[in-house]
């Protein structure tokens, strides 16, 4: 079993920048791929970033390629995203996930309870 606790979200204005962290409990975290989505009210919850376990893969969407960066520390059970060049339409409720780097809601075993984001244009 994982637990994932996100933080890190808030209000910025477009151009800033923010770093999103999800802590996991258990002590196999170091073993799960780890994913970031997020989900815009009325539509669906689409990837975002994800890494491997060992943090040498890193995969992006196209959105927000460029601007994001995943990464992790398996020594702080800590994923990160780091979040700069902010647009309006990253505005949404940001989820962690465990379990895969797939780029499918249904690939992930585990999921954090959301951190919300938004940027004021």
């Known amino acids: 079993q994982v637990q994932l606790v996100e933080s890190g979200g808030g209000l910025v204005q477009a151009g800033g920048f923010l770093r999103l962290s999800c802590a996991a409990s258990?002590?196999?975290?170091?073993?799960?791929?780890m994913g970031w989505f997020r989900q815009a009210p009325g539509k669906e919850r689409e990837f975002v970033a994800a890494?491997?376990?060992?943090?040498?893969?890193?995969y992006y969407a196209d959105s927000v390629k460029g601007r994001f960066t995943i990464s992790r520390n398996n020594a702080k059970n800590t994923v990160y995203l780091q979040m700069n060049s902010l647009k309006p339409e990253d505005t949404a409720v940001y989820y962690c996930a465990a379990g895969s780097t797939g780029r499918l809601v249904s690939e992930y075993s585990y999921w954090g309870q959301g951190t919300q984001v938004t940027v004021s244009s």
């Open positions: 258990g002590r196999t975290f170091g073993i799960y791929g």
């Open positions: 890494i491997s376990w060992s943090g040498g893969n890193t």
